[in-house]
Structure formats: structure tokens, C-alpha cells
């Protein structure tokens, strides 16, 4: 033992003895071992869950929830939160104790992603819209956002082997696109970071997909997945639909794709250059940006503005007959104000011009108000993107609408209706006439509508049985909120559906999110030639009657609702109207549940008196809401020269009336229309 002692000291001091000691003590002379333990091996207290979310570009500033199949939800409450990164990756530590399977969840505003984990052990997990998929059709009620709750109710809901049948099941359905886009990653489980930030392979997948899960009822959705290319003019999309839930069907694959057609690589930062292009024009003062008291487009002078624009000319810009003005397209630019700012680009499609559709968002200076939008973009000889419009010459847009309406003393009459709303503006020459004679517009089912002028009205309206109606809106179905209400909504309410077939659910579901539409302009000078025609791609197919009764929507104030009953008058003991106010405009104020739109568009409709007898109806909007108000206002605005509902100071006329005294309008970022109207008028009931 003392030439082991000898050792100790020596090891303390000199660190000569190495390994040895830990094998045979040290020294010579048979001197004994010491008994040492063999070292103690770490068990691992945690385990981690990273990977990336995204939509195609990266889904950054999203906050990441994981919920174990107990409830309890990591980061715990009080932590500090899980956000992504600019790249949208990110990384959560759960205790081993954490009980699975998981649900992955990333939101970020209105987008909601969700992702499964089947096993407490480190993993890659990505967010994504396939994702997202994959875990609808491991619901039970194909709801995504449920999943977290129903595994709660039943743990044996998820486990490994059936998360490996759905991502088969999924990565079958999608695979076309899959081979178009040069990928074989796992979309679940594989590393897509690296495809994420140069814009290739899996990223491109993404890019080039349009997964759309919607409600329509507790337990069952409707799920679309369609493939966002390029096409030619009028070309519809390819696409396919089936139903989620307890009535769960198999999807069919997705036709073959041509890798061509889809998205440059690289899209994702191409976009995000675009839209800080714009905010570092936007951020300069006035004088910076436009010569003193310009207003045009050759008035420009800052180099970060003209930046903005194909050729950095902004003359070439031309939108829906729009240019870049003051009072065009691009005003901002031409304002006192600076600082808006543009983010959260995202690829919509690419037309057949090669330019690229792309939507973002648009947030208020102070940062208090949002609003979604999109443009087209061109590549440049630079092989920058800028902005060319859609070098339309006329005005024209369509988007899914539909919602509810309430009429306010007739509560039997009210109903749901789905459609799709058409925007034309009523275009004036300079004698303030119309310029159009009617436009025609085709529905990718190749079915015509016409639409027309009409006095005191801004924009064309639909025309039904040679006569121009009041609306809008094409409504392909709708139903009474009260089912014992006999009848049909489109017999009670005969003016507001111009069309003579009514579609069914399953029909209106199966209508592609991205259907082309064309439209032909006939000039009022020439009301027998087609001036022009143009084509239209809905962002987002109308809603079906199951899927709008499951979604909340802006309401009217108890108080708007009680004054509104309070004052509307009578005629023949039938309720028909409200005075409108005698001096300035017409004030609203509503609710917003959890789970609406945001309303973004505010109008009225009505009637006023002529010297000729009878009366003449009118519309008012106020399209300017901010997306966090409760409260706005409608002002009066001539249509036309020789409108007259409104008086010289811009008060609705004396014995204005409103029958529609508030339509409440909201739209998501697809374009897609959630409108609540309140109608005092009369609905034909049996």
C-alpha cells in the first residue's frame, strides 16, 4: 500500500501515472489495487423536438405549443415562449416524463399549423401545410385544431404505426408534385431546412401547393389540395377534393405535373427582396420619394421607389385599368405619411405571362392595423422581381363571398347564402356617363352572367331576367337559419339570387379554390364589340352552407340592433326602411367573436325619392376599416353626376331611406369575403 500511497501523491502533483491507476494502482512490487468504480453513465432528463415551420417561404415569428396526450402543454405556462426563427426553425425541451403521442402547433395571426410527434424521444418535426394534412386525417373529427383535445379524450387515437399510414397515405396523394419539385424528404420528419432558405426541393413542394381544411360541421371537413402553376388563359387548375372526419373518404392522387410550370426555385426570398424593396421606399420621407406637388408616376424621384417597378420605370405599372398615382395604384408613395410596412409574402400562382402572383400583408405605420393584399411581379434582366400589375385595362375582381343575413324584423327570413362577389367599378368618362355597356363574365363551368351600370350605384351590377338588380353577389346556394322556415331562400329573397340553379354542398365543394373566370367588356360607345376581355383566378372557392354555419362572424351591437328596431318604419304594417341621418354619416358599431374575420368594408343601401315619383336606390362603402376597429362609418358619395341622394355638403339626402342599413364585411388572406347584412326590407315567405 505504500508504493500506492506513493502514486496518489505523485498524481496530485504531476499527473504522471495517466490511466494506469484506474487498471493496476501503480508502482512495482505487487503493491494492491485500488477498488474504483466504474464511471456512472448520465441519464438523460429531457428530450427535444425541432425542425422548421413554413408555407413555402419560412413561417417566422410563429409561437410553438406542444401538447402531450395528458393535456399539459410545453413551454409550460409562464415560460417563456417557443418562437421561429427567421428561417422558421425552432426547438422545444420536453422531460422524458412528458407523456405522448404530441401535437406540434405553430400560429402565428390568423394562420394555425399543426404537426404530430408519436414518441418522447428526440425527433425532427416539421410545421407545414402537409403537416397539417397529415394530422386532419389522423383526427377524428378532421379538424386539425381538435387533434390536441381528441387525443386527450382517447391517447390510442395516435400512436407510430398510424402516423406512418398517414404520411404514406399523404406523400401517395401529393407525390406528382413531389416529382415535379425534385423532392424525396419525409414531409413530416425529414430535414427541410436547408430546401426552406434556398427555395428548392421540399421548399418548392410547398410553393407549389394549395391545402385548404375547412369545418363543416363538428366532426367533418372539407379538404381541398390543388396545384398552384403556371397555366394558360383560362386554363382551371388542377385539383382535388374529398372529406375528412366520420364521413372520411380516400383521396385519388393528384394528376401528373410538369416540373416546369411550377415556381422558380428561390421564389420565397425573391419575394421577401420585393417587399423590403418597398419598405425602404415607404420609409423615406415625402420629399425624398416624389418631386414637390407630383402626383404621377414620372413624378417619382427616389431611387428606392423606382426600384419598386419592372424596368424601375413606374409608368409600366398598369393594374385593372390602374396606374401609379396619387389617386392610383402605389399612393402611398405620394402621402405625407411614412413607414408602412409589407411582409409575409406568399406565392399564389404564376400567369401565362411568366409573371408571378404573389399576396402579403400590409400593416399601418403605428402597427396597429393590417390589411392582406396581392400584386403581380415580374423577373427583371436583373433577375430581381418587380412590380407590373396585371396590365389589364379595365377594372374587375372576384372573390368567394358569403355569410349571413339578418333581417332585423323578420327574423324567420334570415339565412346563410354562399356565393361569389364580383367588383367592377362603374367607371365615368369625362361628361361623368358610364363608360360600359355591360360586362360579361364566365364561370369556369362556362356559365354567363352579365352585369351593368346602374344609377347611383359605383360598381356594375349583376342583372337578372333583362333587369339590373341591386347586388353584387352571386349566390349559388342558400338557407334558412331557422329550419322550420319553409321555403327557399332564393324564392323569399328573389332580387338577391340572379341565378337559376342552386348548387348543393357537395357540389360547391368540389369547385376548385383557384377556378378561372373570364370577363368581357362591351364600351358604351361600341355596345356590340367586345372591347377587351380579361381572366380572373379566385384565390379561394365559396364556402359551403355546412361550412358558414360553423363560421362566427362580426355582429352588430345589441344597441345598433335595438335602435335599428327602435326607428325603422312601416308601410302597410310591413317594416321596410330607416330614416337615414339627416347630417353626416352613418355610424356602426359590432362584435367581433373569437374565431371571425376582422371587418375591413363597411356599406349601406337604400332608396331616395325623384321628381318623377318614386325612388331610386343607392349604395354607399366605406372600404377603409381598420382591422382592429369596433366602430366606423359610411359617408354619402355621388355615384354619377346626376346622383342625388346625397345633398351639396355630402349629407344623405332628405327622406333618404336605408333598407340595408349594414353590411358588414371581413376578408381573410385568400381574398375570401365574410359578410353579415342586415336587411330591413321584406322577404316573401309562404
Same mark, same amino acid.
Given at each position: 500500500?505504500?508504493?500506492?500511497?506513493?502514486?496518489?501523491?505523485?498524481?496530485?502533483?504531476?499527473?504522471?501515472?495517466?490511466?494506469?491507476?484506474?487498471?493496476?494502482?501503480?508502482?512495482?512490487?505487487?503493491?494492491?489495487?485500488?477498488?474504483?468504480?466504474?464511471?456512472?453513465?448520465?441519464?438523460?432528463?429531457?428530450?427535444?423536438?425541432?425542425?422548421?415551420?413554413?408555407?413555402?417561404?419560412?413561417?417566422?415569428?410563429?409561437?410553438?405549443?406542444?401538447?402531450?396526450?395528458?393535456?399539459?402543454?410545453?413551454?409550460?405556462?409562464?415560460?417563456?415562449? #417557443?418562437?421561429?426563427?427567421?428561417?422558421?426553425?425552432?426547438?422545444?425541451?420536453?422531460?422524458?416524463?412528458?407523456?405522448?403521442?404530441?401535437?406540434?402547433?405553430?400560429?402565428?395571426?390568423?394562420?394555425?399549423?399543426? !404537426?404530430?410527434?408519436?414518441?418522447?424521444? +428526440?425527433?425532427?418535426?416539421?410545421?407545414?401545410?402537409?403537416?397539417?394534412?397529415? =394530422?386532419?386525417?389522423?383526427?377524428?373529427?378532421?379538424?386539425?385544431?381538435?387533434?390536441?383535445?381528441?387525443?386527450?379524450?382517447?391517447?390510442?387515437?395516435?400512436?407510430?404505426?398510424?402516423?406512418?399510414?398517414?404520411?404514406?397515405?399523404?406523400?401517395?396523394?401529393?407525390?406528382?408534385?413531389?416529382?415535379?419539385?425534385?423532392?424525396?424528404?419525409?414531409?413530416?420528419?425529414?430535414?427541410?431546412?436547408? &430546401?426552406?432558405? =434556398?427555395?428548392?426541393?421540399?421548399?418548392?413542394?410547398?410553393?407549389?401547393?394549395?391545402?385548404?381544411?375547412?369545418?363543416?360541421?363538428?366532426?367533418?371537413?372539407?379538404?381541398?389540395?390543388?396545384?398552384?402553376?403556371?397555366?394558360?388563359?383560362?386554363?382551371?387548375?388542377?385539383?382535388?377534393?374529398?372529406?375528412?372526419?366520420? +364521413?372520411?373518404?380516400?383521396?385519388?392522387?393528384?394528376? =401528373? #405535373?410538369?416540373?416546369? *410550370?411550377?415556381?422558380? !426555385?428561390?421564389?420565397?426570398?425573391?419575394?421577401?427582396?420585393?417587399?423590403?424593396?418597398? *419598405?425602404?421606399?415607404?420609409?423615406?420621407?415625402?420629399?425624398?420619394?416624389?418631386?414637390?406637388?407630383?402626383?404621377?408616376?414620372?413624378?417619382?424621384?427616389?431611387?428606392?421607389?423606382?426600384?419598386?417597378?419592372?424596368?424601375?420605370?413606374?409608368?409600366?405599372?398598369?393594374?385593372?385599368?390602374?396606374? #401609379?398615382?396619387?389617386?392610383?395604384?402605389?399612393?402611398?408613395?405620394?402621402?405625407?405619411?411614412?413607414?408602412?410596412?409589407?411582409?409575409?409574402?406568399?406565392?399564389?400562382?404564376?400567369?401565362?405571362?411568366?409573371?408571378?402572383?404573389?399576396?402579403?400583408?400590409?400593416?399601418?405605420?403605428?402597427?396597429?392595423?393590417?390589411?392582406?393584399?396581392?400584386?403581380?411581379?415580374?423577373?427583371?434582366?436583373?433577375?430581381?422581381?418587380?412590380?407590373?400589375?396585371?396590365?389589364?385595362?379595365?377594372?374587375?375582381?372576384?372573390?368567394?363571398?358569403?355569410?349571413?343575413?339578418?333581417?332585423?324584423?323578420?327574423?324567420?327570413?334570415?339565412?346563410?347564402?354562399?356565393?361569389?362577389?364580383?367588383?367592377?367599378?362603374?367607371?365615368?368618362?369625362?361628361?361623368?356617363?358610364?363608360?360600359?355597356?355591360?360586362?360579361?363574365?364566365?364561370?369556369?363551368?362556362?356559365?354567363?352572367?352579365?352585369?351593368?351600370?346602374?344609377?347611383?350605384?359605383?360598381?356594375?351590377?349583376?342583372?337578372?331576367?333583362?333587369?339590373?338588380?341591386?347586388?353584387?353577389?352571386?349566390?349559388? !346556394?342558400?338557407?334558412?337559419?331557422?329550419?322550420?322556415?319553409?321555403?327557399?331562400?332564393?324564392?323569399? +329573397?328573389?332580387?338577391?339570387?340572379?341565378?337559376?340553379?342552386?348548387?348543393?354542398?357537395?357540389?360547391?365543394?368540389?369547385?376548385?379554390?383557384? /377556378?378561372?373566370?373570364?370577363? &368581357?367588356?362591351?364600351?358604351?360607345?361600341?355596345?356590340?364589340?367586345?372591347?377587351?376581355?380579361?381572366?380572373?383566378?379566385?384565390?379561394?372557392?365559396?364556402?359551403?352552407?355546412?361550412?358558414?354555419?360553423?363560421?362566427?362572424?362580426?355582429?352588430?351591437?345589441? &344597441?345598433?340592433?335595438?335602435?335599428?328596431?327602435?326607428?325603422?318604419?312601416?308601410?302597410?304594417?310591413?317594416?321596410?326602411?330607416?330614416?337615414?341621418?339627416?347630417?353626416?354619416?352613418?355610424?356602426?358599431?359590432?362584435?367581433?367573436?373569437?374565431?371571425?374575420?376582422?371587418?375591413?368594408?363597411?356599406?349601406?343601401? /337604400?332608396?331616395?325619392?325623384?321628381?318623377?315619383?318614386?325612388?331610386?336606390?343607392?349604395? *354607399?362603402?366605406?372600404?377603409?376599416?381598420?382591422?382592429?376597429?369596433?366602430?366606423?362609418?359610411?359617408?354619402?358619395?355621388?355615384?354619377?353626376?346626376?346622383?342625388?341622394?346625397?345633398?351639396?355638403?355630402?349629407?344623405?339626402?332628405?327622406?333618404?331611406?336605408?333598407?340595408?342599413?349594414?353590411?358588414?364585411?371581413?376578408?381573410?388572406?385568400?381574398?375570401?369575403?365574410?359578410?353579415?347584412?342586415?336587411?330591413?326590407?321584406?322577404?316573401?315567405?309562404?
Amino acid at each position: 500500500m505504500k508504493n500506492a500511497r506513493t502514486c496518489l501523491k505523485t498524481l496530485a502533483a504531476t499527473l504522471v501515472c495517466g490511466s494506469t491507476l484506474a487498471l493496476n494502482g501503480c508502482g512495482g512490487g505487487g503493491g494492491d489495487a485500488l477498488p474504483v468504480a466504474a464511471p456512472a453513465v448520465p441519464v438523460p432528463a429531457t428530450f427535444t423536438v425541432a425542425g422548421t415551420a413554413a408555407t413555402g417561404a419560412a413561417l417566422d415569428g410563429a409561437t410553438i405549443t406542444i401538447t402531450g396526450s395528458d393535456g399539459t402543454t410545453y413551454p409550460a405556462a409562464g415560460d417563456p415562449p #417557443v418562437v421561429t426563427g427567421t428561417d422558421g426553425s425552432y426547438t422545444v425541451t420536453l422531460p422524458l416524463t412528458a407523456k405522448p403521442p404530441f401535437v406540434v402547433t405553430a400560429v402565428r395571426d390568423d394562420i394555425s399549423l399543426v !404537426s404530430v410527434v408519436a414518441e418522447a424521444k +428526440d425527433a425532427t418535426t416539421n410545421i407545414t401545410p402537409v403537416t397539417n394534412l397529415i =394530422a386532419s386525417r389522423l383526427s377524428s373529427s378532421g379538424d386539425p385544431t381538435k387533434l390536441a383535445a381528441e387525443i386527450l379524450a382517447d391517447p390510442t387515437l395516435v400512436d407510430l404505426a398510424k402516423v406512418t399510414a398517414k404520411v404514406a397515405e399523404v406523400v401517395a396523394l401529393i407525390k406528382p408534385v413531389m416529382d415535379a419539385a425534385g423532392t424525396t424528404t419525409d414531409p413530416l420528419n425529414g430535414n427541410i431546412q436547408a &430546401d426552406v432558405t =434556398a427555395g428548392t426541393g421540399a421548399d418548392k413542394l410547398l410553393d407549389s401547393l394549395a391545402i385548404t381544411i375547412t369545418p363543416s360541421s363538428a366532426s367533418t371537413v372539407n379538404i381541398e389540395v390543388a396545384v398552384k402553376q403556371q397555366q394558360t388563359e383560362g386554363e382551371q387548375p388542377a385539383s382535388i377534393t374529398f372529406t375528412g372526419g366520420t +364521413d372520411a373518404t380516400t383521396p385519388e392522387p393528384l394528376p =401528373a #405535373v410538369t416540373a416546369a *410550370n411550377l415556381v422558380p !426555385s428561390g421564389n420565397a426570398e425573391l419575394i421577401a427582396d420585393f417587399l423590403q424593396r418597398v *419598405n425602404t421606399c415607404y420609409a423615406l420621407p415625402q420629399a425624398e420619394r416624389v418631386a414637390s406637388g407630383g402626383t404621377a408616376a414620372t413624378d417619382i424621384i427616389a431611387a428606392a421607389c423606382k426600384d419598386i417597378f419592372f424596368g424601375k420605370d413606374a409608368s409600366s405599372f398598369l393594374n385593372n385599368g390602374a396606374v #401609379v398615382s396619387s389617386k392610383g395604384a402605389y399612393s402611398y408613395i405620394f402621402g405625407a405619411d411614412s413607414g408602412v410596412t409589407l411582409d409575409r409574402g406568399s406565392y399564389e400562382f404564376t400567369r401565362a405571362t411568366g409573371d408571378l402572383v404573389i399576396g402579403f400583408r400590409g400593416t399601418s405605420s403605428d402597427g396597429v392595423n393590417s390589411s392582406n393584399y396581392s400584386t403581380a411581379l415580374r423577373a427583371d434582366t436583373d433577375g430581381k422581381l418587380r412590380a407590373i400589375g396585371n396590365q389589364y385595362k379595365y377594372d374587375g375582381a372576384i372573390s368567394a363571398a358569403g355569410g349571413l343575413y339578418t333581417f332585423v324584423n323578420q327574423p324567420a327570413a334570415s339565412y346563410y347564402y354562399t356565393g361569389y362577389s364580383f367588383t367592377i367599378a362603374n367607371s365615368l368618362d369625362a361628361n361623368g356617363n358610364p363608360i360600359f355597356a355591360k360586362v360579361v363574365v364566365t364561370s369556369p363551368k362556362g356559365n354567363a352572367f352579365t352585369l351593368m351600370p346602374r344609377t347611383n350605384s359605383n360598381t356594375l351590377r349583376l342583372v337578372k331576367n333583362g333587369v339590373t338588380t341591386g347586388t353584387v353577389n352571386l349566390r349559388l !346556394s342558400g338557407a334558412f337559419v331557422d329550419p322550420t322556415t319553409s321555403g327557399s331562400p332564393a324564392d323569399a +329573397d328573389p332580387n338577391n339570387f340572379v341565378g337559376t340553379t342552386q348548387f348543393t354542398d357537395a357540389e360547391i365543394a368540389a369547385i376548385p379554390a383557384q /377556378g378561372t373566370w373570364q370577363f &368581357d367588356y362591351y364600351l358604351a360607345s361600341d355596345p356590340a364589340s367586345i372591347a377587351a376581355t380579361q381572366y380572373y383566378k379566385t384565390r379561394a372557392r365559396a364556402m359551403t352552407i355546412a361550412e358558414w354555419k360553423v363560421q362566427p362572424l362580426a355582429a352588430l351591437t345589441d &344597441d345598433d340592433v335595438a335602435y335599428i328596431k327602435a326607428n325603422s318604419s312601416a308601410v302597410s304594417g310591413v317594416v321596410t326602411f330607416l330614416p337615414a341621418p339627416t347630417t353626416g354619416p352613418v355610424t356602426v358599431n359590432w362584435t367581433l367573436p373569437t374565431g371571425a374575420v376582422p371587418v375591413k368594408k363597411l356599406t349601406v343601401f /337604400g332608396n331616395t325619392p325623384v321628381t318623377a315619383g318614386g325612388r331610386v336606390a343607392f349604395d *354607399n362603402t366605406n372600404a377603409n376599416i381598420a382591422s382592429s376597429a369596433l366602430t366606423g362609418s359610411i359617408a354619402c358619395t355621388k355615384a354619377t353626376a346626376s346622383d342625388t341622394h346625397c345633398d351639396s355638403a355630402g349629407n344623405y339626402a332628405a327622406n333618404a331611406l336605408l333598407t340595408l342599413p349594414a353590411i358588414l364585411t371581413a376578408s381573410d388572406g385568400t381574398g375570401r369575403d365574410f359578410m353579415h347584412a342586415y336587411a330591413l326590407y321584406w322577404a316573401n315567405l309562404p
